[in-house]
C-alpha cells in the first residue's frame, strides 16, 4: 500500500480548526499561550495561520500605528522558510533572537557602551583574581608590583617576538625570549605556565586600554558592535558575540523602562519557535516585557511554539518554561500531519505522556517500522544493503549514533578525529557535535568556524556562478572601477591548493607579493585575527585548541594542528557541503542533532546503548521506560535527554524507518517490543 | 557603461513581448566614446510612432521606474489582470500582480567607470561581460493584506466585471514595494535604481511667457555665480554693500526727509515716520541682470519677438545648460545621465526640426569642451516628426537606436531597429542600404507614423488613390501613406516594411512580356500559358521566378501584399491603366476623358458606334497609347471626379482587393 496522506475528514478538519481557533481567541484577549504540538503535528503550519490571522486581524491598525509583529525563529534556515511560506510583509519582522535583540538595542549606544565599560571592569577583576590565586601564575606572584610592570612592559614592546616564537618547542622558545626577558628568564621554568601568564597580562592590559579610550571617548569607542560571523567576543575591540549579545540585551531591558516601554509598544504580538530550545534568559526578557506591558496596561501577546519532548539542546529552557514566565495558557495539539500512522504509534509509545497523536489523514497506513539488532560491525552492510533504491531524488537519510560515523560515511573522518583529539575538544566533548558539525554556522566553535570560513571562501571564489557581492563587501568594491575590481578577482581566481595549507599559503603568498590594498582587506577581514599570515593562523589555532598548554602535550600540539592544515581540500569541501546541506549523493547522514525540523521519507536510524560519551544512554532510557516515574535528579534527566532525542530522530520518518540495534537489546526486550514491534536479527550473510 | 536595454513587463499596455526597448547599441556607444569630437547623436535614443501607441508610456516607466514612485491599479496591463484574477479561488492565489522591468546596463571596453553601483548584480564570471541585467519588481508590500482582501471579494456573488473593479480598489489600497534581483532572482538589498541612473526630464513646449528665456539663462548665471566664481560674488556683493550705502545716504538726504516732513503735516506728530532704503541684492540684481536678444544683420530684437518655435529651442538648449553645469566634474562616472526631451517638434518649422539633433549635438559639445567635463550623458528623444526622424538617421548615418512604437490589439509592441535588420542585403555597407539611408527623407519616413503603407509603381495610381481612399468608410479615418516608387526601387524597403510590421500593398504591374509583332500589333493576351513577366517586383515576391503561368491572385510576405492586374473579362490587363479602362470601359467620365487627350485613337477605336466594349477589347492599344500621357489621364480623371457626383469609375478589382486586406488589417486594432 502507497501512504497518501491527502486525506482530511471533515469531522478532524473541524477538531483542529478548534485548536487553531483557540490559538486566535488567546491572541485576541491577549493571553499568552504556550502551543505544544507533538513532532510532525503542523507547528510551524499552525505557527503560520496564527502570523496570519495577526496580520489579517491587526494588520491595519499596526501599519497605521507602525507597530509590528516578531517571530523568532531558531535558525536562520527557519527564517527563511516561514518569511517563504508567509509571502511579502511589512508587518512581521522574522529572524533569530540574536537578530532581533540586536535589533532592539543597538540604537542605545551610550547606554550600551556604559554596560560594556561595567562588563570590561568585571572581567579585568576577575583575570586580576586569576593571577592571585592560580597556580599557573606562583612565580608571577613571587615579584614585587614594580618588577612585576616591569616585566609587562617587556613583555609588551616585544609582543611582536613573543607571538612569532608561539609556535616554537619549549626549548626554542625559551631561547627567543630569555635575552629580552633578563632577570624575569626564570618565569620562563615553565613554558605553559609562562604563557597563561603573558596571555593573562595581555589581556588585562587589552581590557584596560579599552576602558581608558571608552573614557577618553576615542574614536572607535562609542559604540558596541555585534559580530554575526564570530562565536568570540573582542571585548577590547569593542565587539561582542551571540551569548555577551543576549546578556546584554537581558541587562539592558532589564535596566531601563523606557526601553521596555518602546518595544511593548512597538511589538504588541511575539511569536517564538521551538521555545524548548530557546535559552531561559530568552524566556526571561519575554517575561519582562509581558509583565510591564501588564503593568502600564497595554498587554502584549507572547506565543511559544514548540515542543517540551523535543528539547535536545542542554541550554534550552525544554519544560522549565513555566519557571522563566509563569501564567502561560497551555493549547495542545494532538494530530500528526506529518507522517503514516505506523510512525506515529511507535512515536507516542516512546513519547509516553498526555499527548498521544493520531494521524489527521485518512489514508495514513502503508507505512513501515522494522527493528533489527544486530552489532556495529554490521551498520555499513545494513546501510548499504537497504539502500540499493535510493536515487538523489528519493534517498535515504541515515541518523548515525556517533558523529564519529556521521563524519567517517559523509567523507571528512580524518577530519573529524583530528580535531576531537585536541585538547580542548577532549575536554568539552560534547561541544564537538555542535561545534563542528552544526548547519548554523554561528553555532560553530571559533577554529572551526575560521576553517568554514576559509573553506566556504575558496569554494566561493571558485564557483563562477557566485555573486561578487559573496565575495567582497561594499567597503571593497566601493568607489573602484570594473578594472579595479576585475584585478582583484582575478586574483582571487589564482588562490589554489591541494590542502588547506597549501591554499593559505597561497592566500598569504599573494597577501606578500601583490601591491593590492583591496586584497589585503579582503582577507584581513576573512581571517580575522591580528595578522594575515600562516604563523598567526597556527599561532591562533594552538591557543584555541590547547588552551591549557603543557610542556608534555606542545609536540604534540603542533603536529595536531600542522596535520588539521594539511588535510587535502576535498575533505574539507566534504565537510562544508555536509555543513551547508548540499547533499549530493543518494544516501544522506546526519547526527542525531541535525534533523531537528526536518522530515524525509525513509529514514534508516542506527541505534545502540551509548551515546555521546555517555556509556549507557538509550538502554537505560529502556530500562527505565515502564517505571520512570521513580526517577529523580541526573537519572531523569538523562532519561528524558534520552527519550527526547529518539523522539525527535523517530519523528522524522515519513513512510518507513529502519533501525539497527548494534548493542544486545535482551536485559529490555520487552519494552522494544511493545514500542517498535517484532524484533528481527540482522545477519550481515543476507 | 550605458543603459542598453530596458524591458517593461505588464506595464500600463505593456505586455510580455515586443517590450524591449534598446536605447544605445554597443557599436553605438564605443564610435561615440571613441571619436575626436562630441557627436551625441549616434547614441541618441528615437522612441518614434504615432500618437498614442505608448511613447510617453516609455517615458514615464522610467521615471517611475528610477525615481522610485509608487504605483496604482493603473499601471497594471489589465489584460493581465484579467488573467490573473481569473485564476483566482477561495484557496489558491498562487500569483499575485508584480509590474517588472529588466534593465540591462552595458559595460564598456574602457572599464573606467565606477561600478560600485552595478556590482551587487554581477556574478564572478560577469566580471568580463559586456552587459548586466538588472531584475525590477513592483511587488506586493504585504502579500497577506492583499490575499484576505481579495477572498473576501471572491467569496461574494458579484459578477465578473464588479469584481475586477473591486480588485483593482484592493490593489489601490495597498502598497507595492520596488525590489531588485539579479538573473539568478537573487534579491539585491540596499540598491536603489537612482544610485545608478540619474533621469532630467528636459520639457519642450516650456514657453510661459515673455521673459522666460531670460529668466532661464539667468537661473543658469545665478547658480555659476554661486557654485563656480565665488570669490567674485563676493566681490559684487561688497561693491553692492557700498552702493546700498550711498544710495541709502542719498535717498535719505533728498527724499526721506521731504517725505516724513510732508507726512508730518498730514498725520499730526512724531507717530508716523517712513524710513527709506536702497536695498539691492544679489539675488535681486541677477534676477533682471542678462537681457536676451537675438542679433540679427546687426539689429538687435528682443526676446519676445522671436517665434514660438525658436524660443522653445533655447528653453531646451537652456535646459540643457542647466543640467550640465549643476553635473559634479570627475573623470569617473558611477552613473548612467539620462536626459529626455518629449516630442521636441512643438511650435518648429520643418526646418528646424530637421536640424534639431544637429543644434542639440552642437550645444552639447561646445558645453562639454568649455568645461571639460566627463557626462556620462544619452539623450532619449520622443518624437512624432519625421523631420527629427530623419535627421537622427542622416546624422547618426544608421537606424540603430531607433525604437519604432506601434500598437496592435491593444497592447504597446516596440520594434527596435538597426541598421542589420533594415539592410536589404542583411549589412551595412552595401550600396543599397546607402541608397536608403539619403532617400528616406523624400517622404519614406512617413512609414513610421502610418497606420498603413500603399506603394505604387506609377503616376496614375499615385494620383488617383488619395480620392478613392478618402471615399472608403473604414480606411478614410486611417492614415495611409502613398509612396510611389517609380520602377523596382522600392523593393529595397521591404525589410523596413517588415520590421514596422504595417500593413503595406505593393500596387504593381503584371507586365506580360510580349515580342515585338505582339507589341506592334496590341495584341490583347487572354491566356498567361507559357508566359513570364519583366515585372521585378512580382519575380521578387515570386521566390525570383518569372514563369507567371501559375501565378497566385496575389502574393504575401508577412505584412506586404503585392497586387497585380487579373484577368478581366477576357483579357489580362498589364497597366493601372489599362485595368481601368477595362473595368470602366462604358463609364462616362472615362470616355470623355478619353476622348478628350486621345481624340483620334479614342475615333479609331470606338467609330462612331457607342459600342464601348470596344474600350476593353482594345485595352492594350489605350494602354500603350496613354504611356506618355499618364499624368494628365489621371488628373483630368480625378479633376472630373473631384467635380461630378454620380457615375463615378470604380476601381479596378486587383486594386479593390488590396484595399479591402486593409480593411481587415487595420479593423483588427
Known amino acids: ?686 | 557603461m550605458y543603459l542598453k536595454r530596458i524591458k517593461i513587463n505588464n506595464f500600463r499596455k505593456f505586455g510580455l513581448g515586443n517590450n524591449e526597448v534598446e536605447l544605445v547599441d554597443a557599436q553605438s556607444y564605443l564610435k561615440r566614446k571613441e571619436a575626436k569630437d562630441v557627436n551625441i547623436a549616434s547614441t541618441t535614443t528615437l522612441i518614434v510612432g504615432k500618437n498614442n501607441v505608448g511613447k510617453t508610456t516609455i517615458i514615464q516607466a522610467m521615471n517611475k521606474l528610477i525615481h522610485g514612485e509608487n504605483i496604482n491599479s493603473n499601471d497594471f496591463n489589465f489584460f493581465y489582470l484579467k488573467k490573473l484574477f481569473s485564476e483566482y479561488k477561495i484557496d489558491n492565489y498562487k500569483n499575485i500582480p508584480i509590474i517588472e522591468f529588466i534593465v540591462t546596463i552595458g559595460l564598456d571596453k574602457g572599464r573606467d567607470d565606477y561600478v560600485t553601483n552595478i556590482i551587487p548584480f554581477m556574478l564572478l564570471k560577469d566580471i568580463d561581460a559586456t552587459e548586466m541585467n538588472i531584475i525590477v519588481r513592483y511587488e506586493l508590500t504585504d502579500t497577506e493584506l492583499f490575499i484576505s482582501a481579495v477572498k473576501k471579494i471572491i467569496t461574494k456573488k458579484y459578477n465578473e466585471s464588479v469584481k475586477f473593479s473591486r480588485i483593482l480598489d484592493v490593489i489601490d489600497d495597498s502598497h507595492y514595494t520596488v525590489n531588485y534581483y539579479d538573473k539568478n532572482m537573487k534579491k539585491v538589498e540596499k540598491f536603489h535604481l537612482k544610485d545608478l541612473i540619474d533621469l532630467a526630464m528636459v520639457k519642450a513646449n516650456n514657453v510661459t511667457g515673455d521673459k522666460c528665456l531670460s529668466d532661464a539663462f539667468n537661473k543658469i548665471i545665478q547658480y555659476r555665480y554661486e557654485e563656480l566664481f565665488k570669490d567674485e560674488k563676493e566681490a559684487l556683493e561688497d561693491k553692492l554693500a557700498k552702493i546700498n550705502n550711498s544710495l541709502t545716504k542719498d535717498i535719505e538726504r533728498k527724499h526721506t526727509k521731504p517725505i516724513n516732513s510732508s507726512l508730518k503735516r498730514v498725520v499730526s506728530g512724531d507717530i508716523l515716520h517712513v524710513l527709506l532704503s536702497a536695498d539691492l541684492t544679489f539675488q535681486k540684481l541677477i534676477r533682471n541682470m542678462v537681457k536676451y536678444e537675438y542679433i540679427e544683420k546687426g539689429n538687435h530684437i528682443p526676446e519676445n519677438q522671436f517665434g514660438l518655435g525658436y524660443t522653445n529651442l533655447m528653453m531646451i538648449i537652456a535646459d540643457l545648460i542647466d543640467y550640465m553645469e549643476k553635473y559634479p566634474d570627475s573623470a569617473f562616472n558611477s552613473r548612467i545621465n539620462l536626459i529626455c526631451i518629449e516630442e521636441p517638434e512643438t511650435y518648429m518649422h520643418p526646418q528646424m526640426q530637421e536640424l534639431f539633433i544637429k543644434y542639440i549635438n552642437d550645444a552639447i559639445a561646445t558645453l562639454l569642451s568649455f568645461r571639460n567635463k566627463n557626462i556620462n550623458s544619452q539623450l532619449i528623444i520622443t518624437t512624432h516628426s519625421s523631420h527629427i526622424l530623419n535627421s537622427k538617421v542622416h546624422i547618426g548615418e544608421s537606424f540603430n537606436n531607433i525604437n519604432y512604437v506601434t500598437a496592435k490589439d491593444n497592447f504597446t509592441k516596440v520594434i527596435p531597429l538597426n541598421d542589420i535588420l533594415i539592410s536589404p542585403s542583411g549589412t551595412t555597407n552595401d550600396k543599397d542600404f546607402k541608397f536608403i539611408k539619403k532617400h528616406i527623407k523624400f517622404n519614406f519616413s512617413d512609414l513610421f507614423f502610418a497606420d498603413a503603407a500603399i506603394l505604387v509603381e506609377g503616376i496614375s495610381e499615385y494620383n488617383l488613390l488619395p480620392f478613392y481612399l478618402n471615399q472608403d468608410r473604414n480606411l478614410k479615418h486611417k492614415y495611409i501613406t502613398i509612396l510611389n516608387i517609380n520602377g523596382a526601387h522600392g523593393l529595397v524597403y521591404t525589410n523596413l516594411i517588415k520590421a514596422l510590421k504595417i500593413p503595406t500593398l505593393i500596387i504593381t504591374d503584371l507586365d506580360i512580356k510580349r515580342d515585338d509583332a505582339e507589341k506592334e500589333n496590341f495584341k490583347q493576351i487572354s491566356s498567361l500559358k507559357g508566359r513570364t513577366t519583366t515585372n521585378q517586383t512580382i519575380k521578387a515576391f515570386n521566390s525570383g521566378m518569372d514563369n507567371i503561368e501559375d501565378l497566385a491572385n496575389y502574393l504575401q510576405d508577412e505584412n506586404i501584399y503585392v497586387l497585380f492586374q487579373r484577368k478581366t473579362g477576357y483579357y489580362f490587363p498589364t497597366s493601372f491603366e489599362e485595368a481601368f479602362i477595362a473595368k470602366n470601359f462604358d463609364n462616362a467620365i472615362l470616355n470623355e476623358v478619353l476622348k478628350r487627350i486621345k481624340p483620334g485613337i479614342y475615333n479609331e477605336i470606338l467609330g462612331n458606334s457607342v459600342n464601348y466594349q470596344y474600350n476593353k477589347k482594345y485595352s492594350y492599344k489605350w494602354q500603350s497609347k496613354l504611356s506618355n500621357d499618364k499624368s494628365r489621364f489621371s488628373n483630368e480623371i480625378l479633376y472630373e471626379m473631384m467635380t461630378q457626383e454620380d457615375n463615378i469609375p470604380t476601381l479596378p478589382n486587383y486594386i479593390e482587393k488590396g484595399l479591402k486586406f486593409l480593411s481587415l488589417e487595420l479593423g483588427s486594432r
Open chain 1, 1 to 686: 500500500m502507497i501512504v497518501m496522506l491527502s486525506q482530511i475528514s471533515r469531522e478532524n478538519q473541524q477538531i483542529e480548526k478548534a485548536t487553531i481557533d483557540k490559538i486566535f481567541r488567546n491572541i485576541d484577549d491577549k493571553k499568552c499561550t504556550i502551543f505544544n504540538a507533538g513532532a510532525g503535528a503542523g507547528k510551524t503550519y499552525a505557527l503560520i495561520l496564527s502570523l496570519k490571522y495577526a496580520v489579517n486581524t491587526y494588520g491595519k491598525m499596526l501599519k497605521e500605528h507602525n507597530r509590528q509583529i516578531i517571530c523568532i525563529t531558531y535558525t536562520n534556515v527557519a527564517t527563511e522558510e516561514i518569511k517563504k511560506r508567509l509571502g511579502n510583509t511589512s508587518i512581521v519582522r522574522i529572524s533569530t533572537i540574536h537578530e532581533r535583540i540586536w535589533n532592539f538595542i543597538h540604537g542605545y549606544q551610550k547606554e550600551l557602551v556604559e554596560l560594556h565599560l561595567e562588563n570590561l571592569i568585571k572581567q579585568v577583576d576577575e583575570l586580576v583574581e586569576q593571577t592571585t590565586n592560580q597556580k599557573e601564575f606562583e612565580l608571577y606572584r613571587q615579584l614585587s608590583n614594580d618588577d612585576k610592570s616591569n616585566f609587562f612592559n617587556i613583555m609588551f614592546e616585544n609582543k611582536d617576538t613573543y607571538y612569532k616564537s608561539y609556535n616554537l618547542g619549549a626549548k626554542d622558545f625559551k631561547q627567543a625570549l630569555s635575552s629580552i626577558l633578563g632577570v624575569y628568564a626564570s618565569l620562563l621554568k615553565n613554558v605553559a605556565h609562562f604563557k597563561k601568564i603573558v596571555n593573562t597580562l595581555f589581556r588585562i592590559g587589552n581590557y584596560k586600554k579599552c576602558i581608558q579610550n571608552i573614557h577618553e571617548s576615542k574614536p572607535g569607542y562609542n559604540e558596541v558592535l555585534y559580530n554575526v560571523l564570530s562565536n568570540r567576543d573582542q571585548l577590547h575591540r569593542m565587539k561582542i558575540s551571540h551569548d555577551t549579545l543576549l546578556e546584554y540585551g537581558y541587562q539592558m531591558i532589564k535596566k531601563y523602562d523606557l526601553l521596555k516601554r518602546f518595544l511593548v509598544d512597538k511589538y504588541p504580538f511575539m511569536f517564538i519557535d521551538e521555545y524548548q530550545d530557546t535559552k531561559e534568559i530568552v524566556i526571561s526578557v519575554m517575561d519582562m516585557l509581558q509583565q510591564f506591558s501588564v503593568d502600564i496596561k497595554h498587554p502584549i501577546f507572547v506565543g511559544y511554539f514548540g515542543d517540551s519532548v523535543q528539547n535536545i539542546y542542554e541550554d534550552g529552557v525544554g519544560t522549565n518554561i513555566g519557571n522563566f514566565h509563569s501564567g502561560l495558557e497551555v493549547v495542545n495539539k494532538e494530530f500528526n500531519r506529518r507522517s503514516a500512522q505506523e510512525i506515529v504509534y511507535v512515536a507516542n509509545k516512546i513519547r509516553n505522556d498526555e499527548i498521544v497523536q493520531s494521524s489527521i489523514f485518512e489514508d495514513c497506513q502503508g507505512g513501515s517500522v522494522e527493528f533489527y539488532v544486530g552489532d556495529e560491525r554490521d551498520a555499513t552492510d545494513f546501510i548499504e544493503k537497504n539502500t540499493l533504491n535510493a536515487t538523489k531524488e528519493n534517498p535515504v537519510h541515515c541518523f548515525m549514533l556517533t558523529n564519529k560515523s556521521v563524519a567517517q560515511f559523509s567523507g571528512f573522518e580524518n577530519l573529524y578525529l583530528l580535531f576531537s583529539s585536541t585538547q580542548y575538544y577532549k575536554t568539552y566533548y560534547q561541544q564537538l557535535n555542535t561545534e563542528l558539525l552544526s548547519d548554523d554556522p554561528s553555532k560553530l566553535g571559533e577554529i572551526p568556524l575560521l576553517i568554514f570560513r576559509i573553506v566556504k571562501f575558496i569554494n566561493k571564489v571558485r564557483n563562477e556562478e557566485t555573486s561578487i557581492t559573496d565575495v567582497l563587501t561594499y567597503s571593497i568594491y566601493a568607489n573602484n572601477n570594473l578594472s579595479q575590481v576585475k584585478v582583484l578577482v582575478d586574483l582571487l581566481k589564482r588562490i589554489e591548493g591541494t590542502t588547506l595549507l597549501n591554499n593559505i599559503q597561497s592566500i598569504c603568498g599573494f597577501y606578500q607579493s601583490e601591491d593590492n590594498l583591496s586584497y589585503k582587506k579582503v582577507i584581513d577581514s576573512l581571517f580575522d585575527i591580528d595578522e594575515s599570515s600562516i604563523v598567526d593562523i597556527k599561532r591562533y589555532m594552538i591557543q584555541k585548541l590547547y588552551p591549557n598548554m603543557t610542556e608534555e602535550i606542545e609536540d604534540d600540539a603542533r603536529k595536531n594542528v600542522e596535520n588539521i592544515l594539511n588535510l587535502e581540500m576535498n575533505e574539507y569541501t566534504r565537510w562544508y557541503d555536509y555543513l551547508t546541506g548540499n547533499h549530493l549523493g543518494n544516501v544522506v547522514y546526519h547526527t542525531y542533532h541535525r534533523t531537528k525540523g526536518l522530515e524525509f521519507d525513509n529514514v534508516i536510524i542506527v541505534l545502540g546503548n551509548s551515546f555521546g560519551k555517555e556509556r549507557n544512554y538509550f538502554n537505560l532510557f529502556f530500562k527505565n521506560y515502564k517505571d520512570s516515574g521513580h526517577l529523580i535528579d541526573e537519572d531523569l534527566k538523562k532519561y528524558e535527554q534520552a527519550r527526547n532525542l529518539l523522539y525527535v530522530s523517530v519523528t522524522r520518518a515519513v513512510k518507513n524507518l529502519k533501525i539497527l540495534y548494534i548493542d544486545d537489546v535482551s536485559g529490555f526486550s520487552d519494552v522494544v517490543e511493545s514500542i517498535f514491534g517484532e524484533i528481527q536479527v540482522y545477519s550481515r550473510d543476507n
